[in-house]
């Protein structure tokens, strides 16, 4: 699987760049309660921090709205997903438990204040592209709405669209059932490749530690 970011973007946004991770032969399940507690603490502290912090004043929300305004989104309509859970946090609607992939990847997302993608392996074929949206690419996406991706970051495989910083698809979910799956971290284009890199090191071992099997990182 190769993953290729269209030279337009990076023409539009100096400096894009994804941090990839690939896991095999991993174990998801519901979350352990070490996971659940640490998510909840976590969404505790930054709810708590929400009066005097907004979510302009992170600076991987702050760079993400810039870089959908820059493609032609309207911000304020189309989030960042890192941005639309810190609003839910504000208004304490809180993330709930879904399971052990998933809640670990909403933890990187607000950790790191920079959107998250986990996708399923064996429903995916073929390279990956990532390009800006056209007005034809839409999928069902894990909110279960049909959402339009003009102009938005997009990964898209030889099937069709499945992921982006906005909300992912259902066709690309993972599950109980997973046992290869792909993480991408939308990084800012600012990012130091060596820091990004140490990062994505960094996060991969967190979510090893709970999966098991193996994990292959690469920043693009």
């Known amino acids: 699987m190769k993953i290729i970011i269209e030279e337009s973007i990076k023409k539009i946004i100096p400096g894009f760049k994804l941090a990839a991770v690939t896991y095999n032969d991993i174990t998801i399940s519901d979350s352990p309660a070490m996971l ?39 911000p304020n309509r189309y989030r960042p997903s890192q941005e639309a859970m810190y ?29 998250f993608g986990i996708y399923d392996c064996d429903k995916l074929e073929g390279d990956i592209i990532l390009s800006s949206g056209s007005e034809n690419d839409t999928y069902e996406a894990l909110n279960g709405r049909t959402v339009s991706l003009k102009n938005i970051p997009v990964l898209s495989d030889s099937i069709g669209p499945f992921g982006s910083p906005y909300v992912d698809s259902k066709r690309s979910a993972v599950s109980l059932e997973t046992v290869k799956c792909l993480q991408i971290a939308f990084l800012n284009p600012n990012q130091d490749p060596e820091d990004a890199k140490s990062m994505a090191e960094s996060f991969s071992k967190m979510f090893s530690k709970i999966h098991g099997g193996s994990a292959a990182v690469y920043v693009l």
């Open 36 to 74: 659940r507690g640490r998510l909840q603490l976590f969404q505790e502290s930054l709810y708590f921090q929400s009066e005097e912090k907004k979510p302009a004043d992170y600076d991987g929300i702050r760079e993400w709205r810039s870089i959908f305004k820059a493609l032609g989104a309207d």
């Open 87 to 115: 609003r839910r946090i504000a208004k304490q609607q809180f993330l709930s438990p879904i399971h052990s992939a998933a809640d670990m990847n909403n933890f990187f997302s607000l950790q790191y204040t920079i959107p």
